[in-house]
């Protein structure tokens, strides 16, 4: 589930990966975290 609060959204995973059904603010969660580019040249 996603919501709008004051302009910034929450999101609510489901049941089955949030059984406390808790809502966060989307930029803390493990998605919305860059993650480290490959380096790919060696």
Same mark, same amino acid.
């Given at each position: 589930?996603? *919501?709008?609060? %004051? @302009?910034? !959204?929450?999101?609510? @995973?489901?049941?089955?990966? *949030?059984?406390? /059904?808790?809502?966060?603010?989307? @930029? /803390?969660?493990? &998605? &919305?975290? !860059? &993650?480290? =580019?490959? %380096?790919?040249? =060696?």
């Amino acid at each position: 589930n996603i *919501d709008m609060r %004051h @302009g910034r !959204p929450w999101v609510r @995973g489901p049941l089955i990966f *949030d059984p406390t /059904q808790t809502w966060r603010p989307a @930029g /803390q969660n493990r &998605a &919305a975290t !860059p &993650a480290e =580019k490959p %380096h790919w040249e =060696k």
